[in-house]
């Protein structure tokens, strides 16, 4: 079955940076796109970065600039590198991929920003 397993979320303080890493199995991972979704306290989820199999990247305005999506296809492994982090990005961040029309999630991993 499909598993997604994130890592690399904590506390930083604001300006500061963190890598999220996510490990997938059970799908073929490089024809697959690739989504970090978040959430925070009292908010909808909300798609943050997605990437493409081909590599072709999309960004929510609000991480344009700071975050940078990327995959490993050989290690079945989706990064996300966040910079310049404000308090606002505290959430739990979550990655998803959707293969034949279904969603599949991780357990999601806490990151938050001190200010």
Known sequence: QVQLVESGGGLVQAGGSLR??????????SI????????????????????TGGGRT??????????????????????LQMNSL???????????VEPGGHIYWGQGTQVTVSS
């Open 20 to 29: 999220l890493s996510c490990a997938a199995s059970g799908i073929i991972f």
């Open 32 to 51: 697959n796109a690739m989504d970090w979704y978040r959430q925070a306290p009292g908010k909808q989820r909300e798609l943050v970065a997605a990437i």
């Open 58 to 79: 999309n960004y929510a305005d609000s991480v344009k600039g700071r975050f940078s999506i990327s995959r490993d296809n050989p290690k079945n492994t989706v990064y």
């Open 86 to 96: 404000k308090p606002e990005d505290t959430a739990v961040y979550y990655c998803a």
